[in-house]
């Protein structure tokens, strides 16, 4: 199985702040990678697809990059709607996996 | 508009079945891949299944492996996981994804004697 892990798995930051955020792979996975944000209480929402492709509807402050193993999600200034939970996802192969996420809250 | 609508959750015993179901909307259900994750309470995503569309093939966690089955009703644009043997390490809120753009709002199954 593909094991992912992200880094950090909390931060607190400032409105207006730049954020970046690491996920990895235990072993290539191409491109096939997929970015989640999640609120308290609320269904996970898609934000980036094929590691790079924004969804529709997606703000443009949001971005990813990467391939094989390392890829990082780009939050170019930060909201206070931003705060949340964000989540990678490897759909590479089965068993498709999720990193542990990462927390991002007011500094 | 894209909606996926879960539905059937709900208290079991362990060693109970249970039947979800997540009605689907605004996009092309037939050709699209879909799957469902959970969310433990106070925990991660983790993967559950999903049901492929390249020969109907089905693929499975290991945790659920055995004794949940993912199954589909084109006709009725409805996805299904059936449950049995629930386990309380089962307890979660079961989301119902076309896996990469759109999420339902989740079903909470609690197994608890």
């Known amino acids: 199985d593909i094991q992912m892990t992200q880094s950090p798995s909390s931060l607190s930051a400032s409105v207006g702040d730049r954020v970046t955020i690491t996920c990895r792979a235990s072993?290539?996975?191409?491109?096939?990678l997929a970015w989640f944000q999640q609120k308290p209480g609320k269904a996970p929402k898609s934000l980036i697809y094929?590691?790079?492709s924004l969804q529709s509807g997606v703000p443009s402050k949001f971005s990813g990059s990467g391939s094989g193993t390392d890829f990082t999600l780009t939050i170019s200034s930060l909201q206070p709607e931003d705060f949340a939970t964000y989540y990678c996802?490897?759909?590479?192969?089965?068993?498709?996996?999720f990193g542990p996420g990462t927390k991002v809250d007011i500094k | 508009e894209v909606q996926l609508l879960e539905s059937g959750g709900g208290l079991v015993r362990p060693g109970g079945s249970l039947r979800l179901s997540c009605a689907a909307s605004?996009?092309?259900?037939?050709?699209?891949?879909m799957s469902w994750v959970r969310q433990a309470p106070g925990t991660g995503l983790e993967w559950v299944s999903t049901?492929?569309?390249?020969?109907?093939?089905?693929y499975y966690a290991d945790s659920v492996k055995g004794r949940f089955t993912i199954s589909r009703d084109n006709s009725k644009n409805t996805l299904y996981l059936q449950m049995n043997s629930l386990r309380d390490e089962d307890t979660a809120i079961y989301y119902c994804?076309?896996?990469?753009?759109?999420w339902g709002q989740g079903t909470l199954v609690t197994v608890s004697s």
């Open positions: 072993q290539g996975i191409s491109n096939s």
């Open positions: 996802q490897q759909y590479n192969s089965y068993p498709f996996t």
């Open positions: 049901f492929t569309t390249s020969g109907d093939i089905t």
């Open positions: 094929a590691a790079s």
């Open positions: 994804a076309k896996l990469t753009t759109h």
């Open positions: 605004g996009f092309t259900f037939s050709n699209s891949a």
